[in-house]
């Protein structure tokens, strides 16, 4: 079954500091791949949506890349800020039906001021 | 962006009894919505999709008699969790999508945090 991995464990990062989290999916192919922010107690926010024959794609300061064969997506923060402190989630389309998604567990960020 | 708004936010039930959600698109027509569960430090699971007018397709797994879905126009969606149990009790997240195709983003609401006592 289609298994997605993202970084297990809190990322504690230094304001000012590019932060670096990991997608890692296996037994699929998916045509899409998407990145959201979950506050605590509050829904994801849509933040990119990168295609499978896109390498990279940037949205001020978030760079997201899609690398096909090793079956990974990075998504970055550049110069971070407190602000940026949330749970970031993976998601792949589904079972190319009707717009689903699977998300990943989530890596927790923590920027330092 | 387009706007989903869920009420209520928050729900305390006594156990054997339902509770209603609700999930509207407040500034766009959702052909689709979606429903998923969270349990805390946990990923979005997929109860269900909703398709306006038509019947809901659940996810493996999940209780189509317990958890009932009704779309009955392009702005809203229900879920009511009946004859909930303290098992139950999540965090419950609604999304919308203009369009139930690969590669459009969902909207999503601000969640309902259901306790069951």
């Known amino acids: 079954s289609q298994k997605i991995e993202q970084n297990s464990e809190a990322l504690n990062i230094q304001e000012g500091k590019t932060a670096t989290l990991t997608c890692n999916y296996t037994?699929?192919?998916?045509?899409?791949l998407q990145w959201y922010r979950q506050d605590p107690g509050r829904g994801p926010v849509f933040l990119l949506l990168?295609?499978?024959?896109?390498k990279e794609k940037r949205k001020e300061r978030l760079k997201v890349t899609f690398d096909t064969t090793l079956k990974q997506s990075l998504f970055h923060i550049t110069a971070s800020q407190p602000a940026d402190s949330a749970t970031y989630l993976c998601?792949?389309?589904?079972?190319?039906?009707?717009?689903?998604?699977?998300f990943g567990q989530g890596t927790e960020l923590s920027v330092k001021p | 962006g387009a706007v989903v708004s869920q009420h209520p936010s928050w729900v305390i039930c006594k156990s054997g009894t339902s509770v209603k959600i609700e999930c509207r698109s407040l500034?766009?027509?959702?052909?689709?919505m979606f429903w998923y569960r969270q349990f805390p430090k946990q990923s979005l699971m997929l109860m269900a999709t909703?398709?306006?007018?038509?019947?809901?397709?659940?996810e493996q797994g999940v209780e189509k008699d317990k958890f009932l879905i009704n779309h009955a126009s392009l702005t809203l969606s229900t879920l009511t969790v009946t004859s909930a149990h303290p098992e139950d009790s999540s965090f419950y997240i609604c999304?919308?999508?203009?369009?139930?195709?690969?590669?459009?983003?969902?909207?999503f609401g601000p969640g309902t945090r259901l306790t069951v006592t």
């Open positions: 909703s398709n306006e007018g038509s019947k809901a397709t659940y």
């Open positions: 990168i295609r499978e024959n896109e």
């Open positions: 999304s919308a999508t203009e369009r139930a195709l690969r590669g459009y983003e969902q909207y």
């Open positions: 500034d766009f027509q959702a052909t689709t």
């Open positions: 998601a792949l389309d589904g079972d190319n039906q009707g717009g689903k998604l699977i």
């Open positions: 037994n699929y192919s998916p045509a899409y």
